[in-house]
């Protein structure tokens, strides 16, 4: 396995773009992530889109309205974790030699999807007819009644998301909330409002990867890859203890852990798949980052806000930034490449060394979805 | 880069199974290829699915069925190459050492699909606003007119496939057609008739590929993958000569090819890409199987048919066996399996030892397409 970098970044603004099409958005940030990268681009040999519902070919529509013909692409789809995987592809490619430049980017418009999936395809439990909420609800209430957890956490955690994403660029909201509008929102799942959940996006993120061999031929600051893991979920049951921490997270970062060589407290930096509010606290322990049934501690003593021992989504995560699914991991991956090189402004965690990107696809198999790649990143 | 074979394969039977959901098509097919393979199937440690418009998580879907739950999973879509590039990234992972047994599947129904693509998503060549048969014609038109092709040739083509059927279980249609039957068919766009012309297709197609490090483990004869490789399509301009061979088909055979250190002459059966007969008559030259210009004397000489030099679709092809869009990339290696083991009872290629397998993605690149594979396959 070669070690692979991140050469360069790029991603639009999140938000609602009715006006344009999925492929400019995709093409808006490649290019930028190619500019970045310093490679002309065609030196990339292999590129991976990550989509859900932006239809056949979706990449190749995107690089063909830059002239980017020829090159292999694969479209991939693992729900939310599409740009995830798309991003592990790419990083599989150049490690194992297949390609010394590769791009990874994800794509989804959302606002004009139209009309809901089938039922059989949407990311519902069949086992429960639980919608995804419904799921983080019961969640919610498995760690409330196990640990102690209380609406407050989760709300704090919107209040911490949406806080960061004042200072990012990129986000869909630049707005802040307080403890008790986050609670006094819509209820969408009890005890999950409106104000917890992820809302609806569009938008475009790339990123350039490279191998040692050509690093620093274009002279930019650089990344590196340090582990990156692809799994998928394991069936949940009726008798699952929904308070402990899920192992769809849980065993890609044990895997990426130990392929770079770091332990949960050499993180710096982490931006997480906070679908929901509920999402992220349980992430915390599923990453390691506490102990089990310590996640509120994390969240009452600002351990990850900016300026905490491990800030978590500094981009203001999906909660804020805004999920556009296949889009999304990519997005993570951008934010870390800034945060690590220094570039964050406005909402840089400093002298951030190690930083970790955790993004899951919920789907059929419900609280333990389809999809979840976990990646560990090391400034140079 | 390991070596890589093919320890097992199985797909369910092509044709329209209304009463049946994708997942199950899967399922049968996964199940029979794991089965023929010998391995248990918690051996393996990567799935990529491969999919058109089956929805997001097939791939997940259809594993949590046979309760194969937490191995990573990749749904990949390549327009009607999706089969292929699932193949193609289950090659790579084990070449590669990052699995020792991988499993590549596909599955499409499309008997049911609600309705048609939104036009900015389909196959349409956006410059030129036409659909694939009308791509088809226009390229028949361009064989007509530079080599002396006539209309007769693309069904020979036709009446050759559907021959082979005959000989094929798995085939939707076992029923032979006259060249005059083929040239009298429905015109879809001149000089493409109905019969020249795949039909809508439901199934499913797996293959379970490992590294040389645990070959023999199981007993069962194994085929050996020499090459493959995956290409995308250049943009096609109003001045390119279209009696041409694609470059879509030609730039990955050559690349196959090379990996395999086998020339064109060695090749004992083919399994192309006949979507229409049109394109499998170019793609004799763009392969390699004759000199440009000479397509139709492999036709008229039953050089490519059963018995002859260079047999190409015992299967049925596209045109007879059917196109499920995900499956068929992985049904052709499930034929070029069968034939190299010496299994593919009514329609075998006496002492068959390379084959080589082809399937190609139209998109709004047009003639020149998304995706293609082609792959060397050896008898052990």
Sequence with gaps: MRDVYIAGVGMTTFGKHPERSA???????????????????????FAACGHVRQGPGIGQRTLRDLGMTGVPVVNVENACASGSTAFHLAWQTIATGQADVALAFGVEKLTDISGPLPLDQSLVMPSMGLVLPGQYALIARAHMEAHGVTPEHFAKISVKNHDHSTGNPYAQYQKTFTVEEVLESRVIADPVTLLMCCPTTDGGAAAVLCSDEVLGEDGAPHVRIRGSALRSGTLVGADTDLSEPTSLTARPARAAYE???VEPSDVDVVEVHDATAVGELTHYEALGLCEVGEAQRLVDEGETALGGRHPVNPSGGLLSRGHPLGATGVAQVCELTWQLRGEAHGRQVEDARIGLVHCMGGGPNGLDGDACVVAVLERM
């Design 23 to 45: 492929e400019s958005l995709g093409w808006e940030a490649v290019r930028g992530a190619v500019k970045d990268s310093g490679f002309d681009r065609d030196r990339i040999g």
């Design 259 to 261: 392929m770079a060589g």
